[in-house]
């Protein structure tokens, strides 16, 4: 199984300041690495597919990158609707598996 | 527009059962895969089970396999997860999700809340 391992646990930053999240795989996904958020009694929403493409609607100023087994998504501009948890999720090999996630907070 | 709703969570005891379904529309259903993904009370996302849009190919985790079976109906747009020899450890919120074929999952349900507890 791969273990996807995200960092920091909870990362406190200001609004208008940049967010950089990590998320490192056990193991080779290639691209294979989507981004989700989730906020309080929401179900998660796509963010990034293939590591760095945005899905439908997503704002510019959330980007992806990496490949193989070390990932970042980047939050330009934070926005007060972006304090949030981020979760990392591979799809290169079954069983798919989730990081564990990474909580916005305000700062 | 793109539309899943989980329905069937329940508070069941330990050992017993329970059947989720999944309803979707605003898309080609049969050319997708669909999957459950579940939340811990507090906790992160787990992939839990997928089909494939033929229903000729499922996947399970290994913490369900052999105790949950997933299954589709493709002339109804549902999806279904029999939930059987249920434990506390499964208690959670359950999502129904849309899965591109070999990537990722796209659109989600706002889930359905599964407790197992005597």
């Known amino acids: 199984e791969i273990v996807m391992t995200q960092s920091p646990a909870t990362l406190s930053v200001s609004p208008g300041e940049r967010a950089t999240l990590s998320c490192r795989a056990s193991q080779s996904v290639s691209n294979n690495l989507a981004w989700y958020q989730q906020k309080p009694g929401q179900a998660p929403r796509l963010l990034i597919f293939g590591a760095y493409t945005g899905a439908t609607g997503i704002p510019a100023r959330f980007s992806g990158s990496g490949s193989g087994t070390e990932f970042t998504l980047t939050i330009s501009s934070l926005q007060s609707e972006d304090f949030a948890v981020y979760y990392c999720?591979?799809?290169?090999?079954?069983?798919?598996?989730f990081g564990g996630g990474t909580k916005l907070e305000i700062k | 527009e793109v539309q899943v709703l989980e329905s069937g969570g329940d508070l069941v005891q330990p050992g017993g059962s329970l059947r989720l379904s999944c309803a979707a529309s605003?898309?080609?259903?049969?050319?997708?895969?669909m999957g459950w993904v579940r939340q811990a009370p507090g906790k992160g996302l787990v992939y839990v089970s997928v089909i494939s849009g033929s229903a000729l190919t499922t996947f399970y985790a290994d913490s369900v396999k052999g105790r949950f079976t997933i299954s589709r109906d493709n002339s109804r747009n549902t999806v279904h997860l029999e939930m059987n020899s249920l434990r506390a450890e499964d208690t959670g919120v359950y999502y129904c999700a849309r899965r591109i074929p070999s990537n990722h999952f796209d659109s989600w349900g706002q889930g359905t809340l599964v407790t197992v507890s005597s």
């Open positions: 605003g898309f080609t259903f049969s050319n997708y895969d």
């Open positions: 999720q591979q799809y290169n090999d079954w069983p798919l598996t």
